[in-house]
């Protein structure tokens, strides 16, 4: 496109050069945004067929358990009427259906921390490092 433009007239009038590019650049950012998406939306079919291959091929896969030298965290307060560390109020949470994949403003929800959203970010980021739970595509963790 740019060995095509008219340099002298670029030139003389530089300013509508600048304004039509700019609309060809936010059109063609509105096209490459809906092509992402169809994207994703075909991917995600994709995956979902897939998955319901392989369980007509296998079977259903039975639930996962929790591992058994895992220690499960408790959800009781303590003596002083307190909540246990939010780390194990998310293991917790997230062992009780380990194939969920949850987003940390879900878990903040579910743990009624909304407004502590980052926070249960960083404790999911630091149970990720740890290994005991699994970071997936587009920010979802999922019990490891």
């Known amino acids: 496109m740019i060995e095509n433009l008219p340099w002298e007239e670029v030139a003389d009038n530089p300013e509508k050069y600048i304004q039509l590019l700019e609309e060809r650049d936010a059109h063609l950012q509105r096209d490459t945004y809906q ?3 169809e994207l994703r939306l075909v991917r995600q079919i994709k995956k979902h067929m897939d998955t319901a291959r ?3 091929e296998s079977g259903i896969p039975e ?4 591992d058994p030298a895992y220690d499960q965290p408790t959800t009781s307060t303590s003596a002083d ?3 246990p ?3 194990e109020r ?3 949470l997230m062992s009780q259906d380990p194939q969920r994949q949850w987003k940390a403003l879900e878990m903040a929800d579910a743990l009624n921390e909304s407004i502590k959203g980052k926070g249960v970010l960083v404790a999911m980021d630091e149970l990720y490092k740890a290994g005991k739970i699994s970071n997936l595509p587009n920010a979802f963790h999922q019990y490891a």
Do not use: A, F, N, S
């Open 81 to 83: 009427g307190k909540l």
């Open 54 to 56: 392989e369980w007509r």
């Open 63 to 66: 639930q996962r358990q929790p």
């Open 90 to 92: 998310i293991l917790l």
């Open 85 to 87: 560390p939010r780390k």
């Open 35 to 37: 092509v992402r998406m």
